[in-house]
């Protein structure tokens, strides 16, 4: 691997870009502002914990993964960007449109990749189901489904900012335009901020979606079902490998003065296997080394930031 990549925040998943990066012979340093943790992934590696600065003034690395907490994200990405380093961001980019924003205009005043991570977007499922959906297996895609349900979770963000920002990536993805209005019901419950919302989206090419999130439901819930003319697919992220993606053949069509319908067991669809953040970063290595613009690249960052904004505006 020619291009060398810092990891800056080490945390749970941090942790995890540090492992990825290291399989892939791409890790040239990490920076964590816990000394201890630092120390233990400098040896384990045997690569380097420096501090921030120290990177950014490194030439042999090009690249910077960032994984703090979000609210720094804006703030720290800029900085990187602003020395000349590419930068995957962990989602959200930034918490403000205007942030996020700022940090489009200034990776393109620099020439520099701008990449932000959701990393179910590279999921081998979620890949396939896409490549059925443009191959026409439903037909033509009406309507996108999204459910993210679960309990727990309350870490200073609500349910919107730390549930939606993948589905809003998967289904700004299926719809394939960034041309969108959306309407939001949501709901505090149990905490101080929003444990349930609604969003509904209407795409300008006539494609409409609903993401559901809750961190107070008594089960869990990970499913995104493309529907179409021609019938129906689930990415059901919960069941066992062989399951995940399902075709539903239900047809729905006019007769007379009403509809009639048909229903069709799920036909299980064979799937790719591989690790979705060792694709998400060899993705990101190979924008930073051919220039080319990432597949979440700065412009679904800032929509999805002012989709959250717009669905749950933060207080402060």
Same mark, same amino acid.
Request: aromatic content about 6%; charged content about 20%.
């Given at each position: 691997?020619?291009?060398?990549?810092?990891v800056?925040?080490?945390g749970?998943?941090g942790?995890?870009h540090?492992?990825?990066?290291?399989g892939?012979g791409a890790?040239?340093?990490?920076?964590?502002n816990? @000394?201890d943790?630092?120390?233990a992934?400098s040896?384990?590696?045997g690569? @380097?914990a420096?501090?921030?600065?120290?990177i950014?003034q490194?030439?042999?690395i090009?690249?910077?993964?960032?994984?703090?907490?979000p609210?720094?994200h804006a703030?720290?990405?800029?900085?990187?960007?602003?020395a000349?380093k590419d930068?995957?961001?962990?989602k959200p980019?930034a918490l403000?449109?205007a942030?996020a924003?700022a940090?489009v205009?200034?990776?393109r005043d620099r020439?520099?990749v701008?990449?932000?991570?959701?990393?179910?977007?590279?999921h081998p499922?979620?890949e396939?189901?896409?490549?059925q959906v443009?191959?026409?297996?439903i037909?033509?895609?009406?309507?996108?489904?999204?459910?993210r349900?679960?309990?727990?979770?309350f870490?200073?963000?609500?349910?919107?900012?730390?549930?939606?920002?993948?589905?809003?990536?998967?289904?700004?993805a299926?719809?394939?335009?960034?041309d969108?209005?959306?309407?939001?019901?949501?709901?505090?419950v149990?905490s101080?901020?929003?444990?349930?919302?609604d969003l509904r989206?209407?795409?300008?090419n006539g494609?409409?979606?609903?993401?559901?999130?809750s961190r107070?439901s008594?089960?869990?819930?990970r499913?995104?079902s493309?529907?179409?003319?021609e019938?129906?697919l689930?990415?059901?992220?919960?069941?066992?490998?062989?399951?995940?993606?399902?075709?539903w053949?239900h047809?729905?069509?006019?007769?007379g003065d009403?509809?009639s319908?048909?229903?069709?067991? @799920?036909e299980?669809?064979?799937?790719?296997?591989?690790? @979705?953040?060792d694709a998400?970063?060899?993705?990101?290595?190979?924008c930073?080394?051919t220039r080319?613009?990432p597949?979440?690249g700065?412009?679904?960052?800032?929509?999805v930031?002012?989709?959250?904004?717009?669905?749950s505006?933060?207080?402060?």
């Amino acid at each position: 691997m020619t291009v060398k990549a810092a990891v800056v925040g080490c945390g749970q998943w941090g942790r995890n870009h540090v492992r990825t990066l290291a399989g892939i012979g791409a890790l040239a340093a990490i920076s964590d502002n816990d @000394p201890d943790r630092a120390a233990a992934l400098s040896a384990e590696h045997g690569i @380097p914990a420096l501090p921030l600065d120290d990177i950014l003034q490194r030439h042999d690395i090009q690249a910077v993964v960032l994984a703090l907490p979000p609210r720094l994200h804006a703030e720290i990405g800029q900085k990187i960007l602003a020395a000349g380093k590419d930068v995957l961001i962990e989602k959200p980019i930034a918490l403000a449109p205007a942030d996020a924003q700022a940090s489009v205009a200034l990776a393109r005043d620099r020439g520099r990749v701008l990449m932000v991570g959701h990393v179910l977007r590279f999921h081998p499922v979620f890949e396939e189901l896409v490549r059925q959906v443009k191959a026409g297996r439903i037909g033509t895609l009406k309507h996108i489904v999204a459910t993210r349900l679960g309990l727990g979770r309350f870490l200073g963000m609500d349910a919107v900012w730390d549930l939606a920002p993948h589905d809003l990536s998967l289904v700004i993805a299926l719809a394939g335009t960034y041309d969108v209005d959306m309407q939001t019901l949501r709901q505090t419950v149990l905490s101080d901020e929003a444990d349930v919302a609604d969003l509904r989206l209407a795409f300008g090419n006539g494609i409409t979606a609903e993401i559901h999130v809750s961190r107070i439901s008594p089960f869990r819930d990970r499913r995104l079902s493309a529907i179409g003319t021609e019938g129906m697919l689930t990415f059901d992220d919960l069941q066992p490998d062989g399951q995940k993606l399902a075709f539903w053949g239900h047809q729905v069509w006019r007769e007379g003065d009403g509809f009639s319908f048909t229903q069709a067991e @799920p036909e299980f669809l064979p799937t790719p296997a591989g690790l @979705p953040l060792d694709a998400e970063l060899r993705h990101f290595l190979h924008c930073v080394e051919t220039r080319q613009t990432p597949r979440t690249g700065p412009q679904e960052a800032a929509l999805v930031v002012r989709l959250l904004e717009q669905a749950s505006p933060r207080r402060g």
